[in-house]
């Protein structure tokens, strides 16, 4: 069994800061690539950052130079650093993780964390 347990997640005021965790659990061979998405109500899902296992990164343009993805690969972790946070930030955040298992590899995501950026 796999898991992916986000943590972070918060009320902040715009401008301000947050960083979210996601710790991946389980009978792990590896793991690819990793990111972050979020969702906004009435809004579909939307990649926000993703990393790959050597370090390469991936942002979306209302994000760039206000988050940083990072990640532990010794503990199975990524994060996200979000700086300057507007209220348009404000979703439901997900990670995601493509690992390796014995035999196979597959897409695993985390159950959410709530952002709400607000005054």
């Known amino acids: 069994q796999v898991q ?6 918060g009320l902040v005021q715009p401008g301000g800061s947050l ?8 009978n ?5 690539n990793m990111g972050w998405y979020r969702q906004a109500p009435g809004k579909e899902r939307e990649l ?4 790959t296992s050597g370090g390469g990164t991936n942002y979306a343009d209302s ?11 010794a503990k199975n972790m990524v994060y996200l650093q979000m700086n300057k946070l507007k209220p348009e930030d404000t979703a439901v955040y ?3 993780a493509d690992i390796r298992r014995s035999g196979y590899s597959r897409r695993y995501w985390g159950q959410g ?3 709400t950026v607000s005054s």
Do not use: H, M
Not at 4 to 9: H, Q
Not at 48 to 51: C, D, N, Q
Not at 65 to 72: C, E, K, L
């Open 63 to 73: 994000v760039k130079g206000r988050f940083t993805i990072s990640r532990d690969n």
């Open 4 to 9: 992916l347990v986000e943590s972070g997640g």
């Open 28 to 32: 792990i061979v590896g793991i690819d």
């Open 94 to 96: 997900y990670c995601n």
């Open 113 to 115: 964390t709530q952002v």
């Open 19 to 26: 960083r979210l965790s996601c710790a991946a659990s389980g």
């Open 48 to 51: 926000v950052a993703a990393t």
